[in-house]
């Protein structure tokens, strides 16, 4: 069984840093992409970031480019996503996602295992 457990959120102040962590385990294979996505109250979930599976491909969306990094330990099974120079608009649920396929994807229907989510909240 396949599951997804992320870990890292929290209040902040605007300007202030996180590192969000997910956990995979039960694949058998590290070798997909996977990324994170973000979701607020009446909105769909919407991109952030995904990584292929050494890193060396990543693509962001552009309202944190500059701002997130995605990377990965695959020695560890885990993601990160570190946010930097964060926003009120940033708050969110947080959400990691992996892919049973290689490439990148910014589609959340390419993505088939989820984590459960973590709240992301930035005051300002």
């Known amino acids: 069984q396949v599951q997804l457990v992320e870990s890292g959120g929290g209040l902040v102040q605007a300007g202030g840093s996180l590192r969000l962590s997910c956990a995979v385990s039960?694949?058998?294979?590290?070798?997909?992409?996977r990324g994170w996505f973000r979701q607020t109250p009446g909105k769909e979930r919407e991109f952030v970031a995904t990584?292929?599976?050494?890193?060396?491909?990543?693509d962001y969306a552009g309202s944190v480019k500059g701002r997130f990094t995605i990377s990965r330990d695959n020695a560890k099974n885990t993601i990160y996503l570190q946010m930097n120079s964060l926003k009120p608009e940033d708050t969110a649920v947080y959400y990691c996602a992996s892919r049973i396929l290689t490439p990148i994807a910014t589609r959340r229907e390419l993505y088939k295992y989820w984590g459960q989510g973590t709240q992301v909240t930035v005051s300002s």
């Open positions: 990584t292929n599976w050494n890193g060396d491909n990543t």
């Open positions: 039960g694949m058998t294979t590290s070798n997909v992409a």
